[in-house]
């Protein structure tokens, strides 16, 4: 059974940073794409970052320049460090991964207001 875990999420102050986490279960994690989502209120979930199983990344207009998708393959785990947050980064973030099926985490609430 194939499980995304993610962890990181919160409360922040504009201009902060947080580092989200996902870690995956039951599936052959260094094959897989992996890619960070995120949903706001109202609107439709939208691809925020992605690193390929050979380390390629892409990056939404949006957030180039102030986040960075890395993964660690020995720990099964893709990272989003978030610097430089802004109020319209205010979002649900969703783990996905990608190879012959997609799947979903559960999803982490990230909040940036003051």
């Known amino acids: 059974q194939v499980q995304l875990v993610e962890s990181g999420g919160g409360l922040v102050q504009p201009g902060g940073s947080l580092r989200l986490s996902c870690v995956a279960s039951g599936m052959i994690f260094s094959r897989h794409f992996m890619g960070w989502y995120r949903q706001a209120p109202g609107k439709q979930r939208e691809l925020v970052a992605g690193?390929?199983?050979?380390?390629?990344?892409n990056y939404a207009d949006s957030v180039k320049g102030r986040f960075t998708i890395s993964r660690d393959n020995a720990k099964n785990t893709v990272y989003l460090q978030m610097n430089s947050l802004k109020p319209e980064d205010t979002a649900v973030y969703f783990c996905n991964g990608q190879y012959s099926t997609t799947y979903w985490g559960q999803g982490t609430q990230v909040t940036v207001s003051s």
């Open positions: 690193i390929t199983s050979g380390g390629r990344t």
